[in-house]
């Protein structure tokens, strides 16, 4: 079946080390997405790319990296400059056709910092 | 871009019409207005999705009046299973794929 795969669904990490997030989908989609949520509060957007080998800074984009390689392909790493990690991350992805637009997320992962 | 504005919470009772209005008030000519429902710890999902006048599907309608400065989301006959996060996102719908930001999102409980 089509869709989106995140992985891990739950991480912890030790203060000072990087992470990184796994996103894959097979829905030929060009652009993809990463969110943070918080307990109680809404998606907020780290990085977005909307073709192979671009992406654009969201509005928390610090302490943050993606790649974008291959169009199925979008991990996100957390890095130590990150002061407060833990949280809920949500990849998507959005075909770019006319008139549709529909976000399409996965599962999420949990990242805990101890 | 443009940002929206809901309500932070509301409850209903099982059985009720639910109506959520997001305003957009700097919403863009090609803007298309698309509404989601997160459970906990879980992604978002699609509900609807409108550019103006009313979109009806198996679960919701969309109002969207003629300046789009606004969307209400219309929920008929809720259940306890409709209890939800509810965000109204406002973007490019064409192939131009841009920035998506959501809002706060409108937590609606639904009671017996």
């Known amino acids: 079946d089509g869709g989106i795969t995140q992985s891990p669904k739950y991480l912890f990490r030790k203060e000072g080390q990087n992470v990184t997030l796994s996103c894959e989908q097979n829905l030929n989609h060009d652009a993809m997405y990463w969110y943070r949520q918080d307990p109680g509060q809404g998606l907020r957007l780290i990085y977005y790319s909307q073709i192979v080998n671009d992406f654009q800074k969201g509005d928390i984009a610090e302490g943050y990296s993606v790649s974008r390689e291959k169009k199925e392909s979008f991990p996100l790493t957390v890095t130590s400059a990150q002061k407060n990690p833990t949280a809920f991350y949500l990849c998507?992805?959005?075909?770019?056709?006319?008139?549709?637009?529909?976000?399409?997320f996965g599962e999420g992962s949990r990242l805990t910092v101890l | 871009l443009a940002k929206t504005t809901q309500p932070i919470s509301m409850d209903s009772y099982e059985g009720q019409e639910v109506n959520i209005t997001c305003s957009h008030n700097?919403?863009?000519?090609?803007?298309?207005i698309t509404w989601y429902q997160q459970f906990p710890s879980q992604g978002p999902r699609f509900i609807i999705q409108g550019y103006k006048t009313k979109v009806t599907n198996e679960v919701a309608s969309l109002f969207i009046p003629a300046d789009r400065k606004s969307s209400t989301l219309s929920l008929p006959r809720v259940s306890l299973s409709d209890t939800a996060v509810y965000y109204c996102?406002?973007?490019?719908?064409?192939?131009?794929?841009?920035?998506?930001?959501f809002g706060q999102g409108t937590t609606l409980q639904v009671k017996p």
């Open positions: 996102l406002v973007g490019v719908g064409s192939s131009n794929t841009g920035k998506l930001i």
């Open positions: 998507a992805s959005r075909s770019g056709a006319e008139g549709t637009g529909e976000l399409f």
């Open positions: 700097n919403i863009a000519t090609n803007d298309y």
